[in-house]
């Protein structure tokens, strides 16, 4: 009889099998998991928001709406950057 039983099996021996590694999400403050794109359109979504609520609001008291852009404007940054 051959010694087959008592001889260690040649696939027996494995490695650790490496994952593939992601790279890990950014976590921002937005609470949902969002790419640039998604946090581009908030960003243009808020704008319009923030224009019309300028518009109806506050432009009649006197207020450019060059003023409700650029608000827009730093928290689309914030949104893109941080989100």
């Known amino acids: 009889m051959s010694d087959q039983h008592h001889a260690p099996l040649a696939t027996a021996h494995h490695e650790e099998e490496r994952t593939p ?3 890990e999400r950014k976590v921002g403050f937005l ?3 969002t ?3 998604d946090r581009l359109f908030i960003s ?3 704008w319009i928001a923030l ?3 300028w ?3 506050l432009e009649p008291a006197g207020l450019s709406i060059w003023i409700a852009n650029a608000i827009a ?3 689309a940054f914030i ?3 941080k989100g």
Do not use: A, D, G, M
């Open 79 to 81: 949104i893109i950057r």
């Open 31 to 33: 609470p949902i998991e």
């Open 55 to 57: 518009f109806r609001f």
């Open 44 to 46: 243009v979504v808020i």
């Open 73 to 75: 404007l730093v928290v």
């Open 21 to 23: 590694t992601t790279p």
């Open 35 to 37: 790419n640039w794109f």
């Open 51 to 53: 224009s019309l609520f």
